[in-house]
């Protein structure tokens, strides 16, 4: 079984996962996918803040034509 994807993480250390052939697990006390997700989350969160960023700029790069 070779992961592809983590569907949901229930608690630490347990989450639904999905294999290269479709298949899902639920598998626990995995502190590799763990990590894996902590990384996600923040990557995620880093990605919305720059997304607010980008928004805010725009906004005063429209304002500043007028």
Not at 4 to 22: A, M, N, P, Q, S
Request: aromatic residues 8%.
């Amino acid at each position: 079984m070779k992961i592809k994807t983590i569907l949901h993480r229930h608690h630490y250390g347990c989450f639904d996962v999905e294999d290269t052939d479709g298949n899902q697990y639920m598998i626990q006390l995995a502190h590799k996918l763990e990590e894996q997700w902590q990384r996600e989350q923040k990557d995620k969160k880093t990605m919305e803040t720059m997304g607010k960023v980008f928004d805010r700029i725009e906004s005063l790069l429209e304002r500043s034509a007028k």
